[in-house]
C-alpha cells in the first residue's frame, strides 16, 4: 500500500515497480487470495502508475521525451511490429496469436514507459539502493513463506490458485532473476554516503540473491549475475593509477571471497547436483537439441529464410513434449523473424552495446555516475545472458526494455552534453552592449 501511495507524490519512482513487476506478482499470486483470483490487477496498477508518473514527468517539463527515439527504440520495436506480423504466416496461428493476447499488456508496459520514467543515470541510481532493498525482502518473503518447499533439489512455491486439490509447485524463476539483478547491484554500487548503512543493504542482496538463485536450480541467474558483477567491477571503479588499480584488485577479491562463503553456506547437497558437470551438461544438450531442431526446419525450408517460420512456430515443429518456446531468444528471432529480425537484433544489439560502451568513457573520471553507467551496462548484459537460456521474448520483452533504458540514457546524456557545450561556447563568445558602451566612453 506504501508502495502505491508513495509514486502517487513522487510518481517517477513507480519504474521501480516495473522493474520487480514479474516477481512481485509470483510473491502476490500466490501468497495472496486477492491478488490469485485477480490476476491482472497487479498489471493495471503498475500501469496506472506508470501512465501516472509519465503524465506527471511531462506536465513537469522533465522532457522524458529527450533522446527517447533513437536508434534501438525503432530497431526494437519495428521487431517486435515484424512478430506480430509474423502471426500471419506461422503454421498454426493460434500459439501466436494466444502469447500475443497474453504478452500484450507487458509489451505496452515495458516497451513504451521505462524509457518516459527515467531519463539519467542519476535517476537510475537513486532507484539502486531500492531495487536492492525492496528485492530482498520479496526474497526472505518467498523464502519465509509456509508455501515454499524444496522438491528435487530446488526450491518452489505451493500455488493452489485452482483450489487444494489442483495445487502445483512453481518455480521461483522470476524472482531468481531479481536475485541475480540485485547481486549485481550490490557488487558493482559504490555509496557516497551511509556508507556502513547501505553496505549492509549491499551484503544483504548479495547474500540473499545468490541464495534464491542457488536454491531454486538457476543456473543461468546464478552464474550470470557472478559473471556480471566480476566483469564490470573494474569498470565501476576508476583505475588510473597503480594504488587504484591495487585497491580494485583487492575489492574483487574481497567480493569473490564473500560469494563464494555465501554459496557455501547457502547450498544443499540436493541444489548442489543441479551444477555438477553431468547436470550442466544435461541443461546444455536440452537446450542445443532444441536449438537445432529450429535451425534444421529454418535451414530446411527456402521461402522461410528470409522471413522465418512465423512467430511461435516452435509448438508446431517441436513434438516431443509440451515445451511452448526454443529458450533462447536469438535463435527464436532467427528462426521465427528469419534474416529481418537477425538483422534488426543485430542492429538493436551493436547500438546498445555502443552506447554501454560510450556511457563509461563519458563519465570515466566522475566515480559517482561511473558506478551507476556500470551497474546499467552489466544489468543488460545480464538480461542478455539468460535470454539465451529462458523466455519467450515476445511475451516478456526481455532483454529488450533493458537495452531501451539504457539507449534512452545514453541518448539523453549526448544530447545534454552537447547542449552544455554550446552554452559554454555561447557565453565565451558573448558580448555584452554594456561593455562596448563602457570601452567607447572617453577616459
Known sequence: AFGVIYPLFRPQWAILFVLILYPLEQLLTTASPFFATNTKFLNLLVGGLAVLGAGSALFAGRRPFRGYFNGVWFATIALFLWAMIGIAFAPDTTPGTEALIKGLPYLGLLLIFPGLLLNDLIGFRRLVVPVMFIGTII?????????????????????????????????????????????????????????????????????????????SGSRGQLIGAIFCGVVMFPFARQIKNTVQFLTVSGSVGVVIVFVMLVLTFAT?????????????????GVRGQLITTMLGHWLGNPVAIVQGLGTSAFQYYWQLDDTPYVHNMPV?????????????????????????????????????????????????????????????????????????????????????????EALEEYAESYDHPADDAVYAQPA
Request: aromatic letters at 10%; glycine letters at 8%.
Open 332 to 420: 527464436q528471432v532467427i528462426t521465427e523473424q528469419g534474416l529481418i529480425g537477425l538483422f534488426l537484433l543485430s542492429v538493436i544489439l551493436y547500438l546498445t552495446a555502443r552506447a554501454g560502451i560510450q556511457l563509461l568513457r563519458m563519465y570515466k573520471d566522475y566515480p559517482t555516475e561511473l558506478s551507476a553507467a556500470a551497474i546499467l551496462v552489466g544489468f543488460c548484459l545480464y538480461q542478455f545472458l539468460i535470454s539465451l537460456k529462458q523466455g519467450n521474448y515476445f511475451t516478456i520483452a526481455a532483454p529488450f526494455w533493458s537495452f531501451l533504458l539504457l539507449a534512452k540514457v545514453h541518448a539523453r546524456a549526448i544530447k545534454d552534453a552537447r547542449e552544455y
Open 268 to 284: 544443499t547437497r540436493d541444489a548442489a547436483t543441479r551444477f555438477s558437470s553431468e547436470a550442466l551438461t544435461e541443461g546444455a
Open 139 to 215: 526474497i526472505l518473503l518467498i523464502l519465509a513463506s509456509p508455501k515454499t518447499t524444496m522438491f528435487g533439489g530446488r526450491l518452489g512455491i505451493e500455488n493452489t490458485t485452482g483450489g487444494r486439490d489442483s495445487a502445483e509447485i512453481l518455480n521461483p524463476l522470476a524472482t531468481a532473476s531479481l536475485g541475480g539483478t540485485i547481486v549485481i547491484f550490490g557488487m558493482l554500487y559504490k555509496p557516497e554516503r551511509m556508507v556502513l548503512f547501505v553496505n549492509l543493504i549491499r551484503a544483504a542482496a548479495i547474500t540473499v540473491g545468490l541464495t534464491i538463485a542457488l536454491l
